[in-house]
Structures are given as structure tokens and as C-alpha cells.
């Protein structure tokens, strides 16, 4: 899922070669499940594939690197209105097309209030991102069927979605994971926006880090986002468990009254920010809070009127 404004559209997508269609049930079995998860990561990426995309009735071209992905920040012609749209992806060969994917994008318009970047593992879905061993069993043994979000997120977000608020979904889970987490989301009916992933990644040790990593490229994603959209504040919902709050942190600074909450829920022992972190959130006039469930997160968003009964 591509995201834009009425000027500047961004899309991406990747080419992988022994890449199988993944349908899970509810009744899947663990062995079944394991399998699965274990293809993600053994799909191999191809470099320095042509890609053709189609908006309406204009077509660009663009080219995967290294690591087989494409991305291509477009420019239309015609004018896309607020909302959701379909584009293209395909490849040809000697004139002759091989493969046609449809993908979307997500065009935000002026009646939208706010726009909401959600962090996702530990914050919208259990994942245990610092216990390794329960993080494995959990990705190894569930799917998207069976794994288990935050007790009351899907409503929360959707007060906060409300008609035409936009969701991002920045995370550093992989690319590989892309497919899981549009089904996750779907069956629990939380709503719909670009994930904005850690790179594609490959082989069993990956599989069993994931999520790992500096978490620096979800700084980069939040710059582009607010980048693009200099018109839009936004809500910031994180977890304690790995950098968020140092992230959200950054952002504060770097775009000043662009930040209307910061959401940070409690993972693990850590009771409190750090006094120097409180007091730069303070100056700033940005509500920081540090949330033990998601009801606390609903009734201030109620109290500083960013949802409605």
C-alpha cells in the first residue's frame, strides 16, 4: 500500500522468485504454521528487474536493486480525490507480460484532522519483541488468525480513524511479514493503512531475529511521512520495549508543533520516562503518556478532544 498527496504519490513493492500464495485458517496446525513463517524467509529477492506501473492511464517505469525491491516516488497527471485507489504492478519480457499484481494507494485530503503512526509489535499485537523464546514460539506456532492484539485497539483506532483520519503503520518487522499483517489486521478490524516495514530480509537466522535491528529506519519513515505531509499533525503510539520513545523523541524536535500525543505502552518493569525526556515533552506543550492499557490511552484522547464518544 502506497501512500500520497494530491501532487507527489510514494510506492513500493518488491520481485521475489519461489514465493507461495500464504492461506491460513483459524484450525491450521503448528506444523502447518511453522512451514509457513519459514517460507517467508526462504524466498529469494531479484535484482535489476524492470517494473511497470500503471496509474489510470499513465504508466512509469522503475527497476528493482540489489535486494529486488522497487520503490518510485510518482508524479500523476491527473488528480486522485481523498481516499483509497488501485494501481498496477507488472512485468514484461520481450514485449510480453509475465506477471500483474494489483496494488493501492492511499491519497489523504484536506478534511482530514490528524494523522495517527502506529508502532505495531507489542503495541497494536502481543509479540513479547523482548523475550526471545516467547517471540519465536509466537511467530512460529500462530498466524494471523490466531495471534492476539491489545485488548480494545481495533476500537480505539477506529475513534481515532474517525471519517477521513489517515493511519501509518511503522514497524520494525520485515517486509517479509507483509502479507501476515494485512490478513492480522483485516480479521481483527483494526483500520487500514500503509505498514512501513524494516527491509526484506532472508534465511533462518533472520527469521529468528526479526524485528531486531537499530530501529533507526523507522525515524527515516516518520521524516518522510511528515515530509510529505506538512499540513497534517499527527498522533504517535508506541510501546516501552524497544526505542519508540527516544524516536518519538526526535521527531518532537524535528518538526515542532506537528505532534498532538505521544502514546507509549508499558512493556515490561520500566515504571517512568526518564526526567529529561518528561521535561522536553513538557516545553513542548505534547501530552507523554505511559500506558498500562489501552482504556487510559481513550480516556485522554477523550479528555484533550482528539476522539468523541
Known amino acids: 500500500m502506497g501512500y500520497g498527496n494530491q501532487n507527489l504519490i510514494y ?27 519459514l517460507s517467508r524467509y526462504l524466498s529469494s529477492p531479484i ?3 524492470k517494473v511497470l506501473i500503471t496509474l489510470g492511464e499513465e504508466k512509469f517505469t522503475t527497476q528493482t536493486d540489489d535486494y529486488g525491491y522497487f520503490s518510485a516516488w510518482i508524479e500523476p497527471k491527473q488528480a486522485f480525490r481523498a481516499g483509497w485507489h488501485q494501481v498496477t504492478f507488472s512485468i514484461n519480457d520481450e514485449n510480453e507480460e509475465i506477471c500483474r499484481v494489483q496494488g493501492e494507494f492511499l491519497i489523504i485530503g484536506d478534511k482530514a484532522e490528524f494523522g495517527t503512526i502506529s508502532d505495531i509489535d507489542d ?18 506456532t500462530k498466524n494471523a488468525k490466531t495471534r492476539l492484539p491489545f485488548e480494545g485497539v481495533a476500537e480505539f483506532y477506529k475513534k481515532l480513524k474517525g471519517a ?42 533472520d527469521l529468528l531475529f526479526t524485528g531486531g ?14 515530509t510529505l505531509l506538512p499540513n497534517l499533525k499527527f498522533i504517535l503510539i508506541g510501546d516501552s ?11 518532537l524536535h524535528e518538526f515542532p508543533n506537528r505532534i498532538l500525543a505521544v502514546y507509549i505502552r508499558k512493556i515490561g518493569k520500566k515504571d517512568d520516562f526518564d526526567e529529561k525526556t518528561t521535561q ?10 505511559l500506558i498500562e492499557n489501552t482504556e487510559e490511552a ?12
Open 213 to 226: 535491528g537499530s530501529h533507526q529506519h523507522k525515524q527515516d519513515k516518520i521524516k518522510r511521512l511528515m
Open 280 to 289: 522536553e515533552f513538557k516545553e513542548k506543550g505534547v501530552p507523554l503518556l
Open 123 to 140: 503495541t497494536i499485537l502481543v509479540s513479547h519483541a523482548t523475550q526471545l523464546f516467547k517471540k519465536f514460539r509466537l511467530i512460529m
Open 241 to 251: 520495549g524497544q526505542r519508540d520513545t527516544e524516536i518519538y523523541r526526535q521527531a
Open 164 to 205: 477521513e483520519n489517515p493511519f501509518f503503520y511503522v514497524s520494525s518487522s520485515e517486509w517479509n511479514l507483509y502479507e501476515f499483517l494485512q490478513d492480522f489486521f483485516k480479521v481483527r478490524n483494526i483500520p487500514k493503512g500503509p505498514f512501513l516495514l524494516q527491509e526484506y530480509k532472508s534465511g533462518l537466522r
Open 11 to 37: 510506492l513500493k513493492g518488491g520481485v521475489l522468485e519461489n514465493r507461495p500464495e500464504f492461506y491460513s485458517k483459524a484450525t491450521d496446525k503448528r506444523r502447518k504454521n511453522f512451514r509457513i513463517m
Open 47 to 49: 535484482p535489476e528487474m
Open 298 to 309: 481513550v480516556a485522554h484522547a477523550k479528555k484533550v478532544g482528539l476522539v468523541k464518544d
